[in-house]
């Protein structure tokens, strides 16, 4: 295919990458929002996210005269070919899909777009979502499309470049092939569908990841019990090429803007067709005993009461590689070590400015200054090179509690550390 005239509406980690990204292609672009600050800092090359490569991609596309950012769907649709919605689609009431920004977007641009345009989703939406779009825009020229995204935050834009695959899901299949064909120059396997299945493979997707992790999780808790080591035990796991080696770490519970989400929306969608989704529900629950049992670790570890401790966090972005802190467990151990008692002192090199219940601070060793105990909660690379002994000398307590498992034990049990991870017995950590 050669050019094709996108609009992209929603300027967030997904909409942003995917405009930046399809114009990279060599398609034409113009990226919308609601947010006019926000439009303006873009369409000068500004760009907010932490995301690797998107800035750049961003300037390229404006230079080129490629992409363009403006306010105002209705105006921008007029002469498109393809229109991409990637608005929110937050968590609403009771769990399912908030879907007021699709419906807004859908209503502003519905007498507007031109015969043969197709409407296109991108950010996650509930499965009917595309039939739902076709019935309000009550046009039979436009074709109704679901495109969905499986961006990671911190390596959007090299998943959007290489993807595992492509799906694309319409009742129209001439129209589906033709939205799969915008990404003709990207070698990756196309799964052409109906809209129903393509929504659904998104939702099937993460919350699979999500129960892989809560089980994982679960399984350390098994190793601590049992006094197994995780790390032996996921190398064991990871070789079964039907299992696969990602997605095993350990951590405080899975988070982020969209796997809490999802999970939820999934299990409200089973719901609202008369299917409990038990398995999923109970990969949920997993993850809030996570959290719980995190900060059981870290009261442990502070001799059993947390109220007057003094707890010192590293990390506090939902993983590493972002500033995201949208359903991070850091915050939600954080929140509870407050709540307990606990003074707390964090510092997350992406991660900046006032955050409630804790004193954020520019780096680990004034993290470290009096703290009773020190806990990682995010999995950042620097940390690993953070200079124990020093960080031991400015310490009241003893306790490392790396719940990432990300740090070399031998090398903080050296500066006079206690370290603590996640389903590794401390014989096993010794005898390496
Ligand atoms: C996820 C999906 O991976 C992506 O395909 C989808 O489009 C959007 O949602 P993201 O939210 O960026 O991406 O985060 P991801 O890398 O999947 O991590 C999710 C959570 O799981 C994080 O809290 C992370 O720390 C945790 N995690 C991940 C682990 O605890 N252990 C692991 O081995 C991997």
Known sequence: MGSARIVVIGTGYVGLTTGACLAGLGHQVTCVDVDEKKVARLAAGQVDILEPGLEELVSRGLSAGRLNFVVGAGAAVANAEAVFLCVPTPMGAGGAADLRAVEAVIDEICGVLPAGCAVITKSTVPVGTAQRIRAMLGRVDVPVVANPEFLREGTAVADFLNPDRIVVGSDEEQAARWVADLYTDLAAPNVITDAASAELVKYAANCFLAMKLSYVNAIAELCERLGADIMSVTEGMGYDRRIGRSFL?????????????????????????????????????????????????????????????????????????????????????????????????????????????????DDPYQVAKGADAIVVLTEWDEFRRIDWSYLADLMQGDSIVDTRNLLDPQVVLAAGLTWLGLGRPRARVLAR
């Open 249 to 361: 770490k350990p951590g405080p519970g899975w988070g982020g803007s969209c796997l809490p989400k999802d999970t939820h929306a999934l299990v409200q969608v089973a719901e609202s067709v008369g299917f409990d989704f038990s398995l999923l529900s109970a990969a949920i629950g997993e993850n809030i005993a996570q959290r719980d049992r995190i900060v059981a670790k870290i009261a442990g570890a502070v001799g059993g009461t947390l109220a007057g401790s003094r707890i010192g966090v590293l990390g506090l972005a939902f993983k590493a590689g972002t500033n995201d802190l949208r359903d991070s467990p850091a915050l939600s151990v954080t929140a509870m070590l407050a709540a307990h008692g606990a003074e707390v002192t964090a510092y997350d090199p992406a991660v900046g400015g006032e955050l409630p219940g804790m004193r954020i601070v």
